[in-house]
């Protein structure tokens, strides 16, 4: 069965504290990985997409690598204004088109 | 340029009721994606159109039904409404339906039924 699990549940840091959060799947036919970011009450928000392994993208104080089972979004000196919920999620290209979400690290950072 | 726009944002609906969610997508994206997000979860998957055609469903229930329209927007449909269907349903638009191309999400509809 596909399958996205994302770890920490939870992470708190103080701000400049560097951290990685985890996204490790299995699922048959990847044809993508992406990163959102979820503030509450709001949709998600689209980070970035990965294709295979090996490739990585940055932006700001975020980057999102991919190997074969797992992704990571590294966090470079956060700030308080990162403090929101990040999803990761993959998607297949078996059974017809399927986006499949993880439940989301919710990330603290405080002053 | 406007973003995905969902209506209405709030709902509260009875048990055995029937609601209707609609979605605008992005000026010039093709693809509507539905899901369902319920509170400390991720969002579930239940339907993707592209070009009015189905390409996709996720493991809901046949009470839960789209489609849509010649402009691309679309409308989700729940009927019999239970109090397990109370969720945050978001519409995502993308500019194609094959491959993996990044959605760009609504704000969500808040549907509570009592």
């Known amino acids: 069965e596909d399958q996205v699990t994302q770890s920490p549940e939870a992470l708190r840091l103080q701000e400049g504290e560097s951290s990685s959060l985890n996204c490790s799947y299995t699922v048959s036919g990847l044809r993508g990985l992406f990163w959102y970011r979820q503030d509450p009450g709001k949709g998600p928000e689209f980070l970035f997409t990965?294709?295979?392994a090996g490739e990585e993208k940055e932006k700001e104080r975020l980057k999102a690598t991919l190997t074969k089972k797992e992704s990571f979004l590294h966090i470079t000196a956060p700030k308080p204004e990162d403090s929101a919920t990040y999803l990761c999620a993959v998607q297949a290209g078996t059974g017809g088109f399927k986006t499949i979400f993880g439940a989301g690290t919710r990330l603290f950072v405080k002053a | 340029d406007a973003g995905v726009t969902q209506s209405p944002t709030h709902l509260i609906k009875t048990r055995g009721q029937h609601v209707t969610l609609r979605c605008s997508p992005i000026?010039?994206?093709?693809?509507v994606s539905w899901y369902q997000q319920v509170l400390g979860q991720g969002p579930q998957f239940i339907f993707q159109y592209y070009e009015k055609e189905e390409r996709g469903r996720g493991n809901f229930p046949d009470r839960f039904s789209a489609r849509q329209f010649p402009n691309y927007s679309s409308e989700l449909n729940v009927n019999a409404l239970l109090l397990g269907d109370s969720a945050l349903y978001l519409c995502?638009?993308?500019?194609?339906?094959?491959?993996?191309?990044?959605?760009?999400f609504g704000q969500g509809t808040r549907l509570t039924v009592v």
């Open positions: 995502a638009s993308s500019f194609t339906g094959g491959g993996a191309t990044e959605a760009f």
């Open positions: 990965l294709y295979s």
């Open positions: 000026s010039g994206h093709k693809s």
